[in-house]
C-alpha cells in the first residue's frame, strides 16, 4: 500500500493542511510532507499519532474498499491486511513490526492480529494509547511489553490483557521473531 498516497488523500478529504495535521498530531510540518512523498515511513506509534488527530483507526486506513457480496469466514495468510509500513528501504532502515489483521475490522466488533517482531523491532519510541482493551498471547520468540508503569518479559505461552486507553509498547528484546496472536476491542486501533 502506498501510505504516502493514502494519507495524503485522508487528510485533504477532511480539508486539512499538512501543517494543521502537524500541529493536531504533534509531529512536525516536514515529517508530515517527507511521509506523503513517500521519503520516509512513519513508525506504528506515529501513524497512529497522525490517525488519531483526523481522528481514524489504523484499521479503516488500511481497510479495503471493495464491498463483498457474501459473508467471508476463512482468510489464507494473504489475505491479511498489513497495517504497519513495511517499507524498510525508506526511514532508518531498522527492522520493521508486522502487524496483519484478520478481515475488515471496521465490519466487526472485534479486531484480530497477527503481529511479527524482528528482534530489535518495537512499535515506536512514543507509548501507544487508543480507546479500548487488548489481549495477546506470545506463540515464539520473547517481547518486553511496558503497560502504564510496569515492564514484563513475555515468552512463548505468556499473554496479556489491558485498558488500551493506557500507554504501552511493545519491544523484541530477544534475538529471534517474537511472535503473538492479539485482540483488540472495540477494534480502534
Request: proline share 7%; hydrophobic share 40%.
Amino acid at each position: 500500500m502506498d501510505i504516502g498516497t493514502r494519507l495524503r488523500a485522508v487528510r485533504e478529504a477532511r480539508g486539512l493542511s499538512q501543517r494543521e495535521l502537524a500541529s493536531r498530531a504533534g509531529l512536525t510540518n516536514g515529517t508530515i510532507s517527507m511521509i506523503e512523498q513517500n521519503k520516509t515511513s512513519p513508525s506504528v506509534a506515529s501513524l497512529k499519532s497522525l490517525l488519531d488527530a483526523l481522528p481514524m483507526p489504523l484499521s479503516d486506513f488500511f481497510a479495503d474498499v471493495e464491498e463483498q457480496s457474501a459473508p467471508k469466514y476463512f482468510y489464507a495468510p494473504d489475505e491479511f491486511t498489513e497495517l504497519s509500513p513495511q517499507d524498510a528501504g525508506f526511514g532508518d532502515g531498522a527492522a520493521r513490526v508486522s502487524l496483519r489483521q484478520l478481515g475488515n475490522a471496521s465490519s466487526h466488533t472485534i479486531q484480530m492480529l497477527h503481529e511479527v517482531y524482528p528482534p530489535g523491532a518495537d512499535t515506536g519510541p512514543e507509548m501507544l494509547r487508543h480507546a479500548g482493551e487488548e489481549a495477546g498471547v506470545v506463540i515464539a520468540g520473547i517481547v518486553e511489553v511496558t503497560v502504564a508503569d510496569q515492564v514484563r518479559v513475555l515468552n512463548p505461552g505468556d499473554g496479556y490483557l489491558f485498558d488500551s486507553n493506557l500507554p504501552h509498547r511493545f519491544r523484541n528484546i530477544g534475538a529471534g521473531d517474537c511472535v503473538i496472536v492479539s485482540a483488540c476491542t472495540p477494534p480502534t486501533f
